[in-house]
């Protein structure tokens, strides 16, 4: 069973940069397809992106597309979100998730999740 945790959340002026951390444990994590979802307060959890398990497959939400770049590294175990151009509609508190079987928009089909970690960006 993988187990994740996030990092790398905080507090940043619109249009500054974070990078999201999504580290694995487990030696299986090469198996699995991975996702970022966030969810604001008083809202239902949103997809954000996702990545296959090589690499080779990305999604991508339209609120993110062109700012947001998704990608993994399966010697390291990680999965990152390296986000940029942030606006104040991107605060929430960011979810990694992990499935087998392919990449998915829904966070239903995702059987793994991280505890969060929260974003902010200030205007």
């Known amino acids: 069973q993988v187990q994740l945790v996030e990092s790398g959340g905080g507090l940043v002026q619109a249009g500054g940069s974070l990078r999201l951390s999504c580290a694995a444990s487990?030696?299986?994590?090469?198996?699995?397809?991975m996702g970022w979802f966030r969810q604001a307060p008083g809202k239902e959890r949103e997809f954000v992106s996702a990545?296959?398990?090589?690499?080779?497959?990305?999604y991508y939400g339209d609120s993110v597309k062109g700012r947001f770049t998704i990608s993994r590294d399966n010697a390291k175990n990680t999965v990152y979100l390296q986000m940029n151009s942030l606006k104040p509609e991107d605060t929430a508190v960011y979810y990694c998730?992990?499935?087998?079987?392919?990449?998915?928009?829904?966070?239903?089909?995702?059987?793994?999740w991280g505890q969060g970690t929260q974003v902010t960006v200030s205007s």
């Open positions: 998730a992990a499935r087998a079987g392919g990449l998915s928009y829904y966070s239903s089909r995702y059987d793994i």
């Open positions: 487990g030696r299986t994590f090469s198996n699995y397809d």
């Open positions: 990545v296959s398990w090589t690499g080779g497959n990305t």
